[in-house]
Every structure is written in C-alpha cells, then in structure tokens.
C-alpha cells in the first residue's frame, strides 16, 4: 500500500510569521482565505456600493500593515473581521444614506426549486436588507455581525468596545425596530 | 407571568440562547398569547431571511488587487530603506573624509618625511584586527588634539548631525518599515 503524505497546510500564525519575515507570497495565502469573510462583512454593510471594491482593498492592507500587532491568542478570522468591521462603521459615519444599494442583496442565488418561491425570498430578502439599511448605525452593526456574520456577544463587544449587555440591548432593540419598520409588509412577509 | 419576561424569552430564543425549561415556558406561553405569537412569528422571518440569505461570492478581481497595492507597498518600503541607508552611510562617510582630510593636512604641515615614518607605522597595523580603530586612535591622538579649537569643534559637530540625522532617518524606516523587517512588539 503506498505511502500517503500529508501535506499540512500552515496555520494563519506560521503564515503572519512568514510575512513578518519579509516573504510577501505567504500574504496572498491568507488573501486567499479570507477574501470571501472580508468580502461579505464589507457586503453586508455597505450593500452593492461602488466602494465595496475599495474598501475590502483596504481592510487587507490595513491587516498586512498590522501584522506585527497580531496576537495568536485570538482566531485570525475575528481580527480579521474586527479590522473590516471597524472600516465599514467608520465608512457608513462618514457616507450620507443611500438606502437604494442594497438590491443587489436580494439576487443572490437560492437554492429553492420552485421559481416562485425564489422569486418571494429575493422580495423578502431585498425588504429586510432595505429595513436594515435605515437602520441608525449602533443597532444596524449588530444587526450585521450577529445574524449575518455569525459572531458571538463577546466577539461584537471586543469590536465595539462596549459590555456585552449593551451589545445584547441594542439588538434586542434593532429586532423590534425591524419589525416596526416591516410592519406594512409583515403580512407579505408572512406568506 | 409578567408580560417583560416573555418578551425576554422570544429574545433570547433569537439569541440562541434559551435553556430547554425556558423553551417550554416559551412554548406555553406562545400557545396562549396572541401578541407574542404575532412577535415570535415576525421575528422568525425576519432573523430567518437575515441568517439564509447565502453569502456572495467575492469580486474575482480581489486578490490580485490586493497583493498588487501589497507589493507595491512593500516595495516603497524597500526603496525608503535604501535611500535611508544611502544617507546613513553618506553622513557618516562624509564625516569620517573630513576628519581624515583635516588630519592630513596636518601630516602634510608636520612635514613629509614624518607622514612617511607614520605611514609605515600604520601600514604596519594594517594587518591587525581593528586596525582602522587604531588608525582613528592614532590620527585623534596626534593631530585632531593639536589643530585649532574651532575646527575639531566644526568636525565633531558636522560628524554628531551626520549620525544624529542618520539615527532619525533609521528610526523612521525602522517605524514605517515594522512589517518588512519582521521587528515584532
């Protein structure tokens, strides 16, 4: 029976250790793997955005730039995304609202059969993500980070910088808020 | 029950954070209050749609963006710390010709026969570790101490501003060069 090898792949340190070293291939390693996480936290908060190309640009140079200051004790991914984060809340303060960019959201593919019941996830979808959208920007970050990003109370608190009940509030309040704003298509939504 | 608590209960069920007693209590009290059931039923479709929507595919452009800007940063790097180094080693070469100028041209007035003789006498160092030390020794010791005041002073202050200038310019490329060098903190 022929040997196999296992051929392990670095882990995220091993790759920032190598970059510190001066290799910048080992850089695009970890591009690669978090090109789709960065991608979709810029997504989720900008929408289809002209500067969504711009700003993912950003967060990865800004992560190489703060190599240096990665500590191991944390998963790569969440500083990743606490980078990325922190450039979209500072982007959505600086931009005017522009709830018309979110249409692209709700064509995504999906994996239902029936053309009709693709056609009402999309209108949902496109509905809530333009609700969401009006949101102020401290409830519409949790929002994003925990029902969309998947990130914990404790992980939104570290990137917000605020105790894990106020996080635990605001959500509960931007949830009420979502369901206020859909009131008029709630019964839509519904069916 | 007061109304705050199954309030709580929908909440934390959208948490996921709800214990199996409390999933009951929930459960009953959905089963007999219209209001919640309206804002349990609500809330699951929205969180639902936020959690389905599938994640989009990146821009295929992306990484090749992104390691472009990278190498073209890190080459900026590569560049500064050339030209930092070029000035470094200019100041302090700089500074180092006019001190050995200088002596020189106090060898010439002492006469060339005593260049000679001292020539030798360094030649004869040359093959020692740390000769250029000795040179420099020998070059302070017996002429920069005997040449007027003002231009040991002008020579000591052009070589201090060359290594401070060059100290500050190693700084900076140490700070903004951090990544490339691979200095951690």
């Known amino acids: 029976m022929p040997e196999e090898t296992i051929i392990l792949e670095p882990s995220d340190y091993e790759l920032v250790k190598t970059c510190l070293s001066g290799r910048d291939d080992a850089f695009s390693t970890l591009v690669a793997r978090y090109k789709r996480l960065v991608w979709n936290v810029i997504y989720n908060f900008t929408g ?20 240096h ?16 984060a922190n450039l979209c809340i500072n982007w959505l303060r600086k931009k005017k609202p522009d709830p018309a960019s979110v249409d692209e959201m709700a064509s995504v ?11 009402l996830e999309k209108e949902r979808a496109q509905r809530i993500q333009e609700a969401v959208a009006t949101l102020p920007i401290k409830y519409r970050v949790p929002i994003i980070l925990f029902h969309r990003q998947g990130l914990s109370y404790k992980e939104i608190a570290g990137i917000l910088n605020q105790p894990e009940t106020i996080v ?18 709630m019964e839509d939504i519904r069916t | 029950m007061k109304r705050i608590e199954p309030h709580d209960l929908v909440m934390r069920y959208f948490d996921h954070d709800i214990g199996g007693q409390e999933m009951e209590l929930l459960h009953a009290h959905l089963s007999s209050c219209a209001d919640c059931a309206a804002l349990f039923s609500d809330l699951n479709k929205i969180v639902g749609a936020l959690e389905r929507t599938p994640q989009v595919e990146p821009w295929p452009g992306l990484e090749d963006a992104v390691m472009a800007r990278v190498r073209a940063l890190s080459s900026s ?19 180092a010709s006019l001190l050995l100028s200088a ?37 302070a010791d017996g002429l920069l101490f005997q040449m007027p005041e003002s231009a040991v002073r002008m020579i000591g202050g052009l070589f201090v501003t060359g290594v401070a200038v060059a100290l500050v310019l190693w700084t900076r490329i140490a700070w903004v060069g951090w990544v490339k060098q691979g200095t951690k903190d």
């Open chain 1, 48 to 67: 289809d955005h002209p500067d969504s190309h711009d700003l993912s640009q950003e967060v990865f140079l800004r992560v190489y730039r703060s190599l």
């Open chain 1, 69 to 84: 200051r990665y500590n191991p004790e944390y998963k790569f991914s969440t500083w990743v995304m606490r980078i990325a």
């Open chain 1, 109 to 119: 593919k999906d994996n239902r059969s029936n053309p009709e019941e693709q056609y």
């Open chain 1, 168 to 185: 635990k509030n605001r959500l509960h309040r931007a949830r009420q808020m979502l369901r206020d704003r859909l009131t008029f298509v």
């Open chain 2, 77 to 95: 790097y590569d560049r500064f710390g050339s030209i930092v180094m070029k000035v470094m080693y200019g100041s302090i070469m700089l500074a």
């Open chain 2, 103 to 139: 002596a020189a041209l106090r060898v010439e007035a002492a006469g060339v026969i005593g260049f000679l003789f001292q020539g030798i006498d360094y030649l004869g160092t040359l093959m020692q570790i740390g000769w250029s030390l000795q040179i420099f020794y020998h070059l």
